[in-house]
């Protein structure tokens, strides 16, 4: 009954696809999406219709009030609450989404883990295995003796956190945990994906997205640091303030979407241990 995780880039399928697997493991979804949780963003964060979230128990979706500042340590507060709700219930707890930093806080600790450096990360994982436990060995005999010496991933966080903190690895290791559990990764073919994003965008837009955003306005939209800088919303309150026109944004948002995605799978492939899956032609009962 241990948590499923699943990841990818927006508009891949992933809220599809967790929908069908915990249909058959009778499991329930915990949305992992930093703009799901607040209430009123429905259009622009392609959040669960209210028949999807009476056919499968959703959890973390408006939680927040616009007025409301949530970060990632409320989100895993609440997270963690809504998983032991779910397995109280005996029930199979289905993460889902595509915000990294709320993965990472979830399975890395928030606030313990030493950040990330992509730089270093990149430099590492260009030299050999046999050359990183070298380095390591020298610098840090003691997590050299006890680290698996064939699982690359983790010789060269081990040899990252080195390198960005000064430190050795093994004085830090108490303070925070290594990711055990891998995450299903969905990915899809970059024309393909870049076809779900415009049709997403064209649908959101049909749905109502500039309606949306002016009553939101008025809910405090514009106030919200974090909110106020979603994909969609963002660009419609800059047209909606003169800036450019309808047709416009509409092209502008699409263009954001498909940076962010590309942005998104670069941070997963980097810093979380995914095991990849076609979204278009994936086998779902393969992920339990």
């Known amino acids: 009954m241990k948590p499923i ?9 992933k809220s599809a696809i967790a929908m069908d697997l ?17 209430r009123g963003m429905d259009i622009g964060t392609a959040k669960p219709s209210l028949e999807e979230r009476n056919q499968i128990g959703h959890h973390l979706i408006d939680v927040a009030d616009l007025s409301e500042n949530f970060d990632a340590a409320r989100f895993v507060k609440l997270a963690k609450e809504a998983e032991a709700e779910i397995l109280r219930r005996g029930k199979r707890p289905i993460y889902c989404g595509g915000t990294g930093l709320y993965f990472n806080a979830l399975l890395q600790g928030l606030g313990d ?25 020298e610098t840090d005999p003691v997590t050299w003796e006890k680290i698996d010496r064939k699982n690359p991933r983790r010789v060269i966080r081990a040899l990252e956190v080195i390198r960005v903190t000064g430190r050795p690895f093994s004085e830090q290791r108490s303070t925070w945990r290594e990711i055990e559990t891998p995450l299903i990764g969905l990915e899809c073919e970059r024309d393909d994906l870049h076809q779900r994003i415009n049709s997403r965008v064209d649908e959101m837009f049909g749905a109502g997205l500039v ?6 306005l008025k809910q405090g939209l514009r106030e919200n640091q974090t909110a106020s800088q979603a994909l969609g919303y963002k660009q419609v309150i800059e047209h909606l303030d003169g800036g450019a026109s309808l047709a416009e944004t509409i ?5 954001r979407t498909r940076q962010f995605a590309k942005r998104q799978m670069t941070w997963f492939k980097r810093q979380l241990p995914c095991k990849w899956f076609n979204a278009g032609s994936i086998d779902v009962n393969k992920l339990v």
Do not use: F, H, W
Request: proline content about 8%; aromatic content about 4%.
């Open 5 to 13: 995780y699943i990841c990818g880039p927006t508009a891949v399928g």
């Open 22 to 38: 915990a249909a058959r493991i009778n499991g329930e979804i915990i949305s992992v999406d930093s703009m799901q949780v607040y």
């Open 113 to 137: 883990a030493p950040p990330s450096d992509a730089k270093i990360r990149a430099e590492l994982e260009n030299i050999p295995l046999p050359r990183l436990l070298e380095d390591l060995k």
């Open 211 to 216: 309606e949306e955003t002016c009553a939101l």
């Open 251 to 255: 092209e502008l948002v699409k263009l």
